[in-house]
């Protein structure tokens, strides 16, 4: 990767450790996470209103076995790096965490809670809300849901190209 992108793509430990100069300054860190395999107008959307609730955005990329694990075969189409390329080259994506095969939700809660986001947002309608409000609760953070306008899907858009 170049160092354009380096500059804004993170491991977990060096994310910590900006989460933490950032919370002594007082700033408010949103956290996001995802796949964000094929960057689509709804990712862009939510992306863009995740940034409007803080000074500083974070998104969590999920590794390509657990995109895998998510999407099925053939998923991502798109490595780790490369998705991470393309989040640094949205403006108000300040930092994307390059997470490792995560195996428990217990890995998550370690993670968020040493960055201790104000605001973990999520998509309105996320099948996960109650793990992300628990894991906001115990980072002392709250959850943003933020509302769909128009529904997109990479997983729906693959399948009508594949036929």
Request: charged share 30%.
């Given at each position: 990767m170049t160092k354009l992108f380096n500059e804004r793509v993170f491991s977990p430990e060096r994310a910590i450790k900006i989460a933490e100069e950032l919370n002594q300054k007082g700033k408010r860190i949103v956290l996001v996470g995802g796949c964000f395999d094929i960057i689509h107008k709804g990712h862009i959307l939510f992306l863009k209103k995740a940034?409007?609730?803080?000074?500083?955005?974070?998104?969590?990329?999920?590794?390509?076995?657990?995109?895998?694990?998510?999407?099925?075969?053939?998923?991502?189409?798109?490595?780790?790096?490369?998705?991470?390329?393309?989040?640094?080259?949205?403006?108000?994506?300040?930092?994307?965490?390059?997470?490792?095969?995560?195996?428990?939700?217990?890995?998550?809660?370690?993670?968020?809670?040493?960055?201790?986001?104000?605001?973990?947002?999520?998509?309105?309608?996320?099948?996960n809300l109650k793990q992300r409000e628990e894991q906001a609760g115990i980072a002392g953070g709250k959850i943003k849901s933020v509302t769909k306008r128009i529904s997109y899907s990479t997983t729906k858009t693959l399948a009508q190209l594949r036929g």
């Open positions: 940034k409007d609730e803080g000074d500083f955005l974070f998104v969590f990329l999920e590794s390509d076995k657990k995109v895998r694990e998510l999407k099925g075969y053939g998923r991502p189409i798109n490595p780790q790096e490369d998705r991470a390329a393309v989040l640094s080259g949205l403006r108000f994506v300040d930092g994307i965490i390059m997470l490792p095969k995560m195996t428990s939700n217990i890995q998550y809660d370690r993670l968020i809670t040493q960055i201790k986001p104000a605001i973990i947002a999520v998509t309105e309608g996320d099948p």
